[in-house]
């Protein structure tokens, strides 16, 4: 089409403008739409006081750093202790990211690789479980770390991220499946053990796979506010979405720069990551 | 739908040939049975008595101690607790809490969940106790062909190599026995129970049906229930035809071939997307609080303030409308970046030879870019309809703690999901039966749905290609 030059008519030519004035008019609507509570809330992270019933609008009068500063340096009488939470989340993130990611992996690898008696039984006892609403089983979780002594105890919260991981599986063996055999079956031959293959061959492969595993188990407690809320009770022990969950209306600059403080990571993670994410959810559509 | 109902009558069909099968494969299982008790040397028989007793006497005297430290620890663990955990699971209790005489009673939740670990302790040993006769059986055969019984060094060589299945599942499994399989398990009992409410400790429980009399009964948690459910269903066909439309609509305006820096114009929705979640919905939240900036603007400009969020009847369909836009927000850009990749797929040829035939845009919409993307779609606009039935999160975050004040709405407010409603009950106000009663129903919704989806996709696909 680009080589040879068609002779528009005038009528062609006003349809092409008023085509694009609408495609762009759409797009610009659209931009602002999703941009503008974004801008809102950064903006009002940015206001001088403290209230939303100051901002009188959308939009703060004045603007300072002061906010972001108090939020690290002044808790309001042990009321938002923001540093705490924030070491806390990341604490929490963090090693549920890593036993987390050790668990994932190691089923979907089992799964994809080995035939073996109650294999199927567990690939429908997952199916099956995923179909519960999720936290269905709360109250009991609730009981059993009363049990185990765990509540108000950041390591329960660990131990149920992590714990729970291996039952989304499914996207780790997808990938295991991709691996071709051949390479597995020439390190049998070889007189490789299957420990060996999965340290020396198999991880040294799925290391864009670990990376996204261990980017989702981070991201899920990063952002969960249910089971923290159930299990923390102590201000001092809350992770930030808990503590931003119970900001009440006079502290809203406070309420938004918390937010735009924790969302900043995650947002340039999904910014960096898209393709993989989009290849994540075009896989669950083929697979249903 | 003729096709779908012989898929499923197909589904049915194997279903019924597969429980025709098992008095078979029953009889098959016992007939080994006998064949290995008959075949099984003394040695093997010590370890069918005693776990762990066969490998001692072939020498294998570490895994032997291994399993007889564990046998010790099963007995001790069931003598002073096993069996009065499985004891109460039966009775929920009988010693009630009297504090004049320093009684301390028992409490039938704690027992519940103790009765269901001790079954599934009983279960993890019956399962050792099956892999040290298996061992055991492995050794004599061994033996009986004139080889040595493994070393213990072998038997770890064998954990890392033949069985590392399942050396490396044993933790999960276990980790999600603990923190998911228990947890259900004790929901799907605790709705056959009448905990909650008046119900809970120090007054004694029971196994008993009340929960499900007061959902389909007349009571007010039945009419709190229907009412929920109605808008339930009208909330999940509405919120995911709105965003599959959104999203769509927005795919196909940023692929349009004059729309120049697509790049640029994509990375709004993208931030949208990647907000955490609860973020986005608090935000919104504040935007239309009750002294939020819209109400302050509706105020300047003279109007009546709107309480978008209250518990009052007039905030009804404004907060459903707040729901489904906040909701349309937030997932619009996924299936944007889902629809863009399908979009890609499609054959510009046949644009080509539409446009030659004179067909116009529109058209071309019509016939070709609509049903690709509604059939590439469907398993994900399915899946998202289950989703949306089970949108916990946007009226949770939007108006947690709002209780409908009008219309005898039962601890719910009028935009509550069955599982907002569950939340409220089971874990806001103790009401566990009725609570783990609605979690059964909207597992078999989603399951019912699901199950549908299944037959219709990819395993009966093969199916097809003979018909």
Known sequence: MSNKRRHRSPKQIAGRITDNFFTYLFLLIISAVFLFPCLWLILSSFSKSGSIYDFRGFFPTEYSLQTFISLFTDDVNGLYPYKTWFLNTLFVAGMSCIFGTVLVILTGYVMSRFRFKGRNGVKKLTLVLGMFPGFMGMTAIYIIMTQLGLVDNLWSLIFLYAGTAPMGYLVQKGYFDTIPNTIFDAARIDGATNLQIFTKITLPLSKPMIVYTALTTFAWPWSDVLLPKLLLKDRMNWTVAVGLFNMPETHFARFAAGSVFIAVPIVILYFCLVKHIVNGLTAGAVKG | ?467
Request: net charge positive; aromatic share 16%.
């Open chain 2, 1 to 467: 739908m003729e096709k779908g109902d012989r898929k499923l009558k197909g589904f049915y069909k194997r279903a019924a040939a597969k429980l025709k099968a098992v008095p078979r494969g029953v009889a098959a299982a016992f007939e080994r049975l006998f064949a290995f008790l008959k075949w099984a040397p003394l040695k093997v028989w010590l370890s069918i008595f005693v776990m762990g007793l066969g490998q001692l006497c072939y020498g294998q005297i570490i895994k032997g101690l291994i399993y007889l430290v564990s046998l010790g620890g099963m007995l001790w663990f069931f003598i002073t607790k096993g069996f009065d955990y499985i004891i109460g699971f039966f009775t929920l209790g009988t010693v009630e809490e009297n504090t004049w005489l320093g009684i301390k009673g028992d409490n039938s939740m704690n027992m519940l969940i103790l009765g269901i670990f001790a079954f599934f302790i009983l279960g993890f040993f019956i399962a050792l106790w099956i892999t040290n006769i298996k061992d055991a059986a492995y050794t004599a055969r061994r033996v009986e062909k004139g080889e040595k019984p493994h070393s213990f060094k072998q038997t770890i060589q064998t954990a890392t190599d033949s069985k590392f299945h399942v050396t490396a599942l044993v933790l999960p499994l276990v980790s999600v026995c603990i923190f998911s399989v228990i947890p259900i398990v004790f929901m799907i009992l605790i709705a056959f129970t009448n905990l909650g409410g008046d119900v809970i400790h120090p007054v004694l429980a029971d196994w008993s049906f009340s929960a499900w009399q007061k959902i389909i009964g007349l009571s007010k948690v039945g009419s709190t229930f229907v009412k929920i459910l109605r808008w339930n269903v009208l909330w999940a066909v509405t919120s995911t035809l709105l965003n599959f439309v959104c999203g769509l609509g927005l795919a196909l305006l940023l692929n349009k071939r004059n729309v120049r820096f697509s790049k640029f114009w994509r990375a709004f929705p993208i931030l949208a997307y990647a907000i955490p979640g609860f973020i986005s919905m608090l935000g919104f939240k504040f935007m239309f609080s009750q002294s939020g900036p819209i109400n302050f603007l509706l105020d300047q400009a003279g109007m009546q303030k709107i309480f978008f969020l209250t518990s009052d009847a007039s905030a009804k369909w404004w907060a459903r409308g707040i729901g489904l836009f906040v909701n349309a927000w937030i997932s619009t850009p996924s299936i944007m970046l889902m629809t863009t990749g399908i979009l890609s797929n499609i054959n510009t040829d046949l644009y080509e030879a539409a446009a030659l035939d004179g067909a116009n845009h529109f058209q071309q919409f019509r016939k070709i870019t609509l049903p690709f993307v509604v059939f590439a779609t469907t398993p994900v606009l399915i899946s998202q309809f289950v989703g949306n039935f089970n949108n916990f999160g946007i009226f949770f975050f939007m108006r947690s703690g709002v209780y409908s004040l009008y219309d005898n709405y039962f601890l719910a407010s009028d935009t509550d999901l069955l599982i907002n409603w569950l939340y409220n009950l089971s874990v806001s106000n103790n009401y566990y039966s009725i609570g783990a009663a609605i979690s059964l129903i909207i597992f078999i919704i989603t399951s019912a749905v699901s199950l549908l989806v299944y037959v219709n996709s990819a395993a009966y696909k093969q199916e097809d290609t003979y018909q």
